[in-house]
């Protein structure tokens, strides 16, 4: 059910191949900066956005990947904020890019775009959701569906 204490957001994976290497972006806040934490790029739908549109500005505000090739819809997961204890409803995308250059264009936050291997045992997020988007992509790539 959506209402006041719900916040629906979409966003996405996006994947960039680097020889038999799979590598996604992450952002961080500069005020997670110090705790080393890192996020799936994801935000607010806006007035008027359908869900992959406002994947594809949230990922370009927040870890800087304009050139972005949809792949599919990976389904939305729901998880309580853990600051205003809404119930949050996200929209998860995923994206390939060749693009390798980061550049966040967000202007409310400071925001930082890093390459990551997919595969990497110690990639994981705070946010247990985002960990089982990540994981259900790494499948896919095992699976050779991508």
């Known amino acids: ?10 966003g ?26 890192w996020f799936l790029p ?5 007035i008027g956005e359908d869900f992959e549109t406002a994947a594809r500005r949230e990922i370009l505000e927040e870890v800087g990947v304009s050139q ?6 990976l389904g939305e997961k ?3 904020s853990n600051v205003k204890k809404i119930h949050k409803i996200i929209h998860y995308f ?3 890019t060749n693009q390798v250059e980061l ?14 291997d997919l595969f990497d045992p110690a990639l994981r997020t705070v946010y ?4 089982q988007i990540i994981d259900l992509v790494r499948e896919k790539v095992k699976n050779s569906e991508l």
Do not use: C
């Open 1 to 10: 059910m959506v209402n006041e204490t719900t916040s629906i957001s979409a």
């Open 12 to 37: 996405g994976v996006v994947l960039r191949k680097v020889g038999e290497k799979w590598l996604i972006a992450l952002e961080q806040q500069e005020k997670y900066k110090e705790k080393n934490i």
């Open 42 to 46: 994801k935000g607010h739908v806006e």
């Open 68 to 73: 972005l090739q949809l792949v599919e819809y």
């Open 78 to 80: 729901e998880r309580i």
């Open 94 to 96: 995923l994206f390939l």
């Open 103 to 116: 550049y966040p264009s967000a202007t409310d936050k400071v925001h930082v775009g890093k390459w990551f």
């Open 128 to 131: 247990e959701e985002q960990n």
